[in-house]
């Protein structure tokens, strides 16, 4: 069974950082690419940013570039995202997300429960 | 403001057929393929259609999709309530280099 579990969201100051993980079982991570997906509370999604299986290829949404990074251990099976400069509008659940390809493709056939990022002082 | 545009809501009985549709333009939907996901309240979202009209494994023939230059659809058939959820369309959006996803605004779908 496919599983991804994110972990590290929480409460944190504007300007901070803060470092989510996603833990993923039930496939073979390292065949295919991962994405992190956003969504404000009571707002549509939003893809962050995507990572290919070898982490040769990556992509940032505009909204997060520059601020945000993301990567990927493969020995380890896990997908992370660094985030930096963080403001009010990165408020959001964060969902790590299995794409369907070992590229990066707009199909997301398994995601996490998500993990909530409060950014605020 | 989503790069992808649909409409906010969308309702019909139970048994009856409804359609979403996500318009976007030539760098997105008119040059590349069309994903649909189910979000129930307070869970994430579900791969329902992907490829314009392909549905992975344990979705229900009720759901399709379609496309058509610069717009997709997606269509359910037989309502059931348990259909009541927002539906996204996203595709990838080779505006900028590197690529990008990108979703609709999300349809809330109503089973009266």
């Known amino acids: 069974e496919v599983q991804l579990v994110e972990s590290g969201g929480g409460l944190v100051q504007p300007g901070r950082s803060l470092r989510l993980s996603c833990a993923a079982s039930?496939?073979?991570?390292?065949?295919?690419?991962m994405h992190w997906v956003r969504q404000a509370p009571g707002k549509g999604l939003e893809w962050v940013s995507g990572i290919s299986w070898n982490s040769n290829d990556i992509g940032y949404a505009d909204s997060v570039k520059g601020r945000f990074t993301i990567s990927r251990d493969n020995a380890k099976n896990s997908l992370y995202l660094q985030m930096n400069s963080l403001r009010a509008e990165d408020t959001a659940f964060y969902y790590c997300a299995k794409d369907r390809l070992m590229v990066r493709g707009q199909d997301f056939d398994y995601w996490g429960q998500g993990t909530l990022v409060t950014v605020s002082s | 403001q989503s790069v992808l545009t649909q409409p906010p809501s969308v309702s019909a009985a139970p048994g009856q057929k409804v359609t979403i549709s996500c318009s976007g333009s030539s760098s997105n939907i008119g040059n590349n393929y069309v994903s649909w996901y189910q979000q129930h309240p307070g869970t994430a979202p579900k791969l329902l259609i992907y490829d314009n009209n392909k549905r992975p494994s344990g979705i229900p023939d009720r759901f399709s999709g379609s496309k058509s230059g610069t717009s997709a659809t997606l269509g359910i058939s037989g309502l059931q309530t348990g259909d009541e959820a927002d539906y996204y369309c996203?595709?990838?959006?080779?505006?900028?280099?590197?690529?990008?996803?990108?979703f609709g605004g999300g349809s809330k779908l109503t089973v009266l």
């Open positions: 039930g496939f073979i991570f390292d065949d295919y690419a």
């Open positions: 996203g595709t990838w959006d080779s505006s900028l280099s590197p690529g990008h996803v990108v």
